[in-house]
């Protein structure tokens, strides 16, 4: 719960994520240019990056604008992309399932450039087509499998 409302506090979120070396940056508005990818954490575990496309809403797909998934990224990118949605999920004290979104203007400095973290979404959507099963099906997890995973989760004593 503490997540959740930290996650809601953009401003504060920020400031935790950026403390943790996570760059942060502002929903870019429909001129930004960019691509917008989202990463799904399940456990401690950062599973696939999506590319979504950028007149989509995140957590709803049409068929003309399902997202791409795994994220046609190259490899450098996409790793970087998964490491800083698992280190927005522990600096945020999250658990269970998040889904965290970037932009990347496709800058390479250092390999990585122009990415950033616009938010860290604690409550995603979890109909069988929504985002997070989608990401969770292609590294190998069913939806039946996802649910049970977090019912047992949440039923841990920490």
Known sequence: MLASAL??????AHKVLQASGVPVGEKPGAA?????LSCVVMGER???VAEIAPDMPTDEQSDAGRPRV???LLPNVYQHVR??????HCALGCRGVSRTDFRW?????????????LA?????????????????AH??????????????DASLGR
């Open 7 to 12: 996650a809601a506090q953009t401003s504060n």
């Open 139 to 152: 590294a190998g997890v069913s939806f039946g499998e996802l649910v049970r995973w977090m019912v047992e």
């Open 120 to 136: 860290v979404n604690t409550q995603p959507g979890m109909t069988e087509t929504s985002l997070v099963p989608e990401i969770a």
């Open 32 to 36: 930004a240019a960019g691509r917008h």
């Open 46 to 48: 950062a599973l696939d």
């Open 70 to 72: 795994p994220a046609a």
């Open 83 to 88: 490491r800083l949605a698992l280190a927005a």
């Open 105 to 117: 203007d496709g800058r390479l400095e250092e390999g990585t450039g122009g990415l950033i973290c």
